[in-house]
């Protein structure tokens, strides 16, 4: 019978695959802190599968990126006309603001710091703050490859940034026709003229799996 890897042995495989993606995007400067990967213990023929198998290939056409990347004539905001602008108070009791009652929570914007009426204290500003919960990709076995939160979270957290390549509807259209033959597509559409193409370059929120009874 095969001998079951040990803890060390899977480990050094974790690590090696990780040099090797790092080293891949070296030059580009894009992985800007390690990519946690875990495997089941008790799987005989783990430290293969995280070199070679799933978890390995799911690696092999993806940049990993931290921010977005704009695309032909897709843009971000960049300018005071650009970030809408709440009328939020500060709590007395809690001394924050931005908080269920905000209009820019409610549209799903954030609330820059050096426009918001409550500056500071406004609490509307997870992306800014980047207070994201600790993730590993695992191996989902028939749902491929996903990502799991390792540690409590409660109901409306703040979990991480998806981020991409932003694409306007003119290049979402043609990145349509090119993955048409393909198998795993990443593309989430923000408004109507903006879509965020995790495909090629992307964060490890890409990993996140679609549920009709989404717990997250």
Known sequence: PSKRP?????AAANAGMYRQLKQKDAPLGVILAPILVQCKMDSESMVGHVMDGVIAQAFESIRIVEANVCIGGARL???????????????EKTEYACGEG???RSMRYECDVEYCPCGE????????????????V???????VGLIVLEGINSGQFVGKYVG??????EA?????????SEH??????????????TRFGGRMRFMNHSCEPNC
Do not use: W
Request: aromatic fraction near 2%.
């Open 6 to 10: 040990s803890r060390a042995a899977a």
């Open 138 to 144: 695992v191996d989902c076995e028939r749902k491929g």
């Open 77 to 91: 905001a960049h300018s005071i006309g650009d970030f809408p602008v709440c009328c939020c108070e500060i709590d």
């Open 173 to 181: 259209k043609l990145r349509s026709q090119l993955y048409r033959n």
């Open 121 to 136: 204290r406004c609490s509307n500003r997870q992306l800014q703050i980047r207070s994201t919960v600790t993730t590993a």
């Open 165 to 170: 390549e932003v694409l306007n509807i003119s």
């Open 185 to 198: 597509i990443d593309m989430v559409q923000v408004n109507a003229n903006m879509i965020i193409d995790a």
């Open 102 to 104: 905000c209009i820019n």
